[in-house]
């Protein structure tokens, strides 16, 4: 089975400091994914990975940077944290090169920012 | 541009059936629906490509209308279990532009 850990479940943080948030997933997929969920919003896309070193941005790139220099592990960064990047953090990982190619989804992590 | 999923909110009791609709504005290459139950991640149901391929769970059909970029995903004789928000997702082309829908939460009551 496919295995997507992300490296908190809750995690509190200050306005203002850099948070970071770790995405492993055990199947050598080629893509991963950041995204974020709030209520009646669905999950919106943040960054977008389709090989190591390689990334893209999503529909919401803004006060957020990535990192991949592993296949296995997709960081995500948020450089200042601030109140209204509370919320749910997804991170999901697919295979590439395949016609059916759904994504595996790690737990999540709920950050608050005070 | 994130679908357009039908409706919000859906309610039913045990047996009952019902449909969850997701259309978009984009010619498509493939739609996939996704089950998130609270407190979890979402999880893979079906993933339906143009040209009428399809693969996912065998209690749950899905369909896909590639002229109207509409999807819809059938639930028949549901379950306590069913409830969750369904979650629609479009890829425009392979491996590409892939954006989810805005959910529909579905309650099953005994």
């Known amino acids: 089975d496919v295995k997507v850990t992300q490296s908190s479940r809750y995690l509190v943080k200050r306005t203002g400091e850099k948070v970071f948030l770790e995405c492993v997933q055990d199947?050598?997929?080629?893509?991963m994914f950041w995204y974020r969920q709030d209520p009646g919003l669905g999950l919106r896309l943040i960054y977008f990975?389709?090989?190591?070193?390689?990334?893209e941005k999503g529909d919401i790139p803004e006060g957020y940077s990535v990192s991949r220099e592993k296949k296995e592990r997709f960081s995500l960064i948020l450089e200042s944290a601030s109140t209204n990047q509370t919320s749910m953090y997804l991170c999901?990982?697919?295979?590439?090169?395949?016609?059916?190619?759904?994504?595996?989804f790690g737990p999540g992590t709920r950050l608050t920012v005070l | 541009q994130q679908p357009v999923q039908s409706p919000q909110a859906v309610i039913l009791r045990e047996g009952e059936d019902a449909v969850i609709n997701c259309s978009s504005s984009k010619a498509l290459y493939s739609v996939h629906w996704y089950r998130q139950k609270h407190g979890e991640a979402p999880v893979f149901l079906m993933i339906l490509l143009k040209g009428g391929e399809q693969k996912g769970h065998d209690k749950i059909s899905a369909s896909f209308n590639e002229k109207k970029q509409q999807s819809s995903l059938y639930l028949t004789a549901s379950q306590l279990s069913y409830s969750g928000t369904y979650f629609c997702g479009t890829e425009s082309r392979y491996g590409q532009n892939f954006v989810f829908g805005p959910g529909t939460r579905l309650s099953v009551l005994p």
């Open positions: 999901a990982s697919r295979t590439s090169g395949r016609r059916y190619n759904e994504q595996f």
């Open positions: 990975s389709y090989d190591v070193k390689m990334k």
């Open positions: 199947m050598d997929h080629e893509n």
